[in-house]
């Protein structure tokens, strides 16, 4: 802001008028500017000390392009288009665990991508951004560029009813309750980190703003939050709209069972279980995802037919709004087709969850996203869909394959964001949860019934987040009487997640808790679940108490199994284990149970004989090609086992991968 002194202002009114004229008024006016002279002198020094000595601008390739900053940053990333690669953990979108995710991390620029930036977070600059999704929020992730050897020691942050406002709740995240891990170095020559920030249990709704200001690091640089070029938008105190940013709210009732005094014992059995060492196998990578027509990241595992053929879903890549894919085995190889490419809008996109096979073939999912205009800020609150192949069909081209939409959520009682796994009964009804909504905002289970006259809508069960849960994950059970099991991530009687049973009884359905989680012995917020031929469930729980990729040591996870015993359930301790982050488990055709963890990468079986446990690590993808597996893991009548990674491959989309006996 330019300063005019009053002194000066009136030297120039004097100035002009020609009746002011002789000595006395010329060293009048001398005077006059001399005093104006030695106050503008005084006024802009005290100014420049207010300020900060460098002038920072508002965004990090700014920062990049100047001189003065430039000098910080990694000398490598010079040309814009030159990738400067490193060790990558970077954090895919994930389908459980959070309330909202607004974007994956889009620091990296590439050929196909430079349109990349974020925005400073210090220095006097805030931002902020709105959430699409409601709930107890525990903590939230964000991603932040920053020059080499900077370490984010805090932030400040604040949630509103408006941009930039704090009535709901505001802190600043320091110590424990603020963790990095680091990501990769960028284009531009930042080192890019995925920040961790706990310990909020704030209550947020849809429309609620994140802001993120007053960030510090040791060397007193600018530290920037990355953006993601999301559908929705952002607000910059200065700048005013700008892209969408890249951050997660995580999903919880504060720490799960705090005060474990005042909780009753866990009634944990232990499974003895051993430990081997891998066995002699073939690693192969049998397709590469490329990002193009068979799209990239997928985030749900694979699904077989009797006659091996593999299906499953890629998220935003691809048509840019995911796609499902088949692969089929071809001359010693295997060929991936997509079957269908989302079209975003009332079609829905960003398919999350595996994909289920009906009767004639037909396959059924969800998208999380689309089908109206709804939730999200208008970008629809998720889908139900079916693709058919046309009769007869003997190739594998786009055109035999017709998809339809069976309905589209709305996010009032019905729920929104489904991607869980659709289960079909005898009748051909399917069932499935949604991770928000219903009639307590807590998620819900549906059920698509398949009538004469179409496909009719109605909601089985509302959770409220008490003693029945809440957040009930992907994985989604049907056992041969046609009771519904699942599990929810949070909620039960000490906030850890619970188990539950939904059976239906002349017309009607019952819900009942089977088991809820202490976190103690027993762990808690359960990721995974399935079940075998004699109804035995069994699970694999996120490290106890922590969120997610924020553990320490006490941290663990357990793999459990519920025995149903005379009207209840029995819960056993299988194994136990520190550190997997992002754990899936399914059971194999040869009664085994598999799993992955996505960090560390890493597949694992889990074999029962005479009441003996026995882990087997059957892959580490650490230096090897892909990173962060996901999904559930199928297995062929010859014993191969299949799956995806999220990452990695030959073009960093991701692959599919095989292990042969």
């Not at 959770?463 to 989604?476: K, R």
């Not at 793999?559 to 005379?566: E, G, K, R, T, V």
Request: with cysteine; charged share 10%; net charge negative.
């Amino acid at each position: 802001m330019q300063i005019e002194p009053r002194s000066t202002r009136l030297v120039a009114r004097e100035a002009v008028n020609p009746s002011r004229t002789g000595f006395s008024l010329l060293a009048k006016n001398r005077r006059r500017m001399g005093s104006a002279m030695l106050l503008l002198a005084f006024m802009l020094t005290v100014c420049l000390a207010a300020l900060p000595q460098t002038s920072v601008p508002a965004t990090a390739r700014q920062a990049a392009a100047s001189r003065q900053f430039a000098a910080r940053l990694h000398p490598q990333a010079k040309d814009p288009l030159h990738k400067v690669h490193s060790i990558v953990h970077r954090t895919p979108v994930p389908a459980q665990g959070y309330l909202y995710v607004n974007g994956p991390v889009n620091g990296i620029c590439d050929i196909q991508n430079c349109d990349v930036d974020a925005w400073t977070i210090n220095f006097g600059y805030a931002v902020t951004n709105s959430i699409g999704g409601g709930g107890t929020a525990a903590g939230f992730e964000f991603a932040v560029w920053m020059a080499p050897g900077d370490t984010l020691t805090s932030v400040q942050w604040s949630l509103g009813s408006t941009p930039f406002g704090s009535d709901i709740a505001q802190g600043t995240a320091s110590g424990s309750n603020l963790s990095s891990v680091f990501l990769e170095t960028n284009s531009y020559g930042y080192d890019i980190y995925q920040v961790a920030v706990s310990g909020l249990n704030a209550s947020v709704n849809i429309g609620t703003w994140l802001t993120l200001q007053n960030a510090s690091v040791p060397s007193g640089d600018p530290v920037f939050w990355d953006e993601n070029n999301g559908p929705s938008q952002a607000q910059e105190t200065s700048i005013g709209t700008i892209p969408s940013e890249s951050f997660n709210v995580i999903a919880g009732n504060g720490v799960c069972a705090a005060d474990h005094d005042a909780l009753p014992s866990s009634p944990v059995a232990h499974a003895v279980t051993v430990t081997t060492p891998a066995p002699a196998q073939t690693f192969t990578v049998i397709h590469n995802f490329t990002g193009g027509a068979d799209g990239g990241d997928p985030t749900a595992g694979l699904t077989i037919d009797r006659h091996g053929n593999l299906y499953g879903t890629a998220s935003t890549l691809g048509s840019g709004w995911g796609d499902v894919y088949k692969m089929s085995s071809y001359h010693g190889g295997w060929v991936l087709t997509p079957l269908y490419s989302f079209q975003g809008g009332n079609d829905g996109y960003d398919p999350g969850a595996q994909v289920s096979i009906g009767s004639n073939g037909i396959l059924y999912s969800t998208t999380v996203f689309g089908g109206g205009n709804g939730c999200y800020d208008g970008e629809g609150c998720g889908t139900i869909f079916a693709l058919r192949p046309a009769a007869n069909a003997r190739g594998n081209a786009l055109s035999q394959w017709t998809e339809s939409q069976l309905y589209r959520f709305t996010g009032s009682t019905d729920g929104y964001s489904p991607s869980s796994d659709l289960v079909q009964d005898q009748a051909g009804n399917l069932y499935g949860v949604t991770w928000n909504g219903g009639a307590w905002g807590k998620g819900s289970i549906f059920e698509l019934q398949h009538t004469a006259s179409g496909w009719q809508f109605q909601t089985l069960y509302s959770f409220t987040g008490g003693s029945d849960g809440a957040q009930p994950i992907g994985n989604f059970l049907i056992d041969s009487a046609g009771n519904l099991y699942g599990a929810a991530f949070t909620g039960g009687y000490a906030g850890c997640g619970t188990v539950f049973e939904l059976s239906p009884s002349a017309g009607s359905w019952t819900e009942k808790t089977i088991y809820s989680f202490l976190g103690a012995e027993d762990a808690g917020n359960p990721e995974g679940l399935t079940i075998d031929q004699a109804g035995n469930l069994y699970g694999v729980t996120a490290p106890v108490g922590c969120l997610h990729g924020v553990c320490d040591d006490r941290n663990a996870n357990v793999i459990f199994m519920l025995s149903p015993a005379q009207g209840s359930w029995n819960f056993t301790a299988i194994g136990n284990y520190s550190g997997l982050y992002q754990a899936s488990i399914s059971m194999g055709a040869d009664g085994n149970l598999y799993g992955s963890t996505a960090y560390p990468g890493l597949i694992f079986k889990m074999s029962q004989s005479g009441g003996i446990w026995t882990y087997t690590d059957m892959y580490d993808f650490e230096g090897g090609p892909g990173f962060w597996p996901q999904g559930n893991i199928v297995e062929d009548a010859s014993g191969n086992l299949y799956g995806v990674t999220n990452q990695g491959g030959s073009y960093s989309d991701g692959t599919v991968w095989q292990i042969a006996p």
